[in-house]
């Protein structure tokens, strides 16, 4: 079985390269100070100007916490006349291994369309990275029922996605009401997330796709992250505020079992 997997998304954090190192070197001194031996695969996404450096202390002999580095975003096109955008071949050449997609905050803030996700994931498959891709409803009338626009989601965003390349996809089943709320989804409400997306994707992929890891995402913090990581069906966990907190980044890891 695959190991697994915890994200920190730091969005537009921290300020500087300063506090950048500042957070680093507290991961490192509180996994030392635990003496925790790491169970799960770790994933670092930091915001695109900060990736060659934490890249680069990621690397050190010296650094304990061996996590993949990973980006918050990416263009669908290699390089051209695209101001501002970042392209797969330049988080490659950066020893990116991931990359998030379809973030709730960038379709909200930035526009971005089940159509430009779809064009990102292949994109970013294209260039071999893998992709963590963001779903999930604004609101749940009833808590029981995960509405329909996650499967419309998943379905938008992985179509003529090679079957092959299921392997390379992670799902973040975030649902938006739960991120940065500090009201985070029962671990049965994500199980529930978790099977109605396997499904989907069964649906497209064959059953090829029954194991495809699916995260929960949304007001993940030391205190509940247990519940969903531990959790059966729920592959990790995506945290977003408290991976800038060395502490409570740390508590968050070694609360797989
Ligand atoms: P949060 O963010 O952990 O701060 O709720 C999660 C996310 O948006 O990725």
Not at 207 to 230: C, D
Request: charged share 20%; net charge positive; glycine share 8%.
């Amino acid at each position: 079985m695959a190991k697994k997997l915890i994200i920190a998304n730091w969005k537009m954090n921290p300020q500087t390269g300063k506090e950048v190192e500042r957070i680093l070197v507290g991961y490192n001194k509180q996994l030392k100070t635990k003496n925790l031996k790491l169970k799960t695969d770790v994933v670092i996404c930091p915001p695109f100007v900060f990736l060659n450096s934490v890249g680069n202390l990621l690397k050190a002999k010296s650094y304990k916490l061996k996590a993949s580095l990973g980006a918050q975003d990416v263009f669908w096109e290699d390089k051209g006349a695209y101001t501002g955008e970042i392209s797969p071949a330049m988080l490659k050449d950066l020893k990116c291994g991931y990359v998030i997609i379809g973030h709730s905050e960038r379709r909200k803030y930035f526009g971005e369309t089940d159509e430009m996700i779809n064009k990102k994931i292949l994109a970013a498959l294209k260039a071999k990275l893998n992709v963590i891709l963001c779903v999930g409803e604004n609101y749940r009338e009833n808590h029981n029922e995960i509405p329909n626009v996650v499967e419309e989601q998943i379905a938008s965003a992985l179509a003529n996605v090679p079957k092959s390349a299921i392997n390379k996809i992670t799902v973040a089943y975030e649902p938006v009401w739960a991120i940065g709320t500090g009201i985070p989804d029962t671990p049965e409400g994500a199980m529930m997330a978790a099977v109605l997306i396997r499904k989907t994707a069964v649906g497209i992929f064959g059953p090829s796709a029954k194991n495809l890891r699916v995260v929960y995402g949304g007001s993940v913090n030391a205190e509940n992250a247990g519940n969903f990581i531990n959790h059966e069906g729920i592959d990790g966990v995506l945290v977003g505020g408290a991976s800038l907190d060395p502490q409570e980044f740390a508590k968050i890891i070694g609360s797989a079992i």
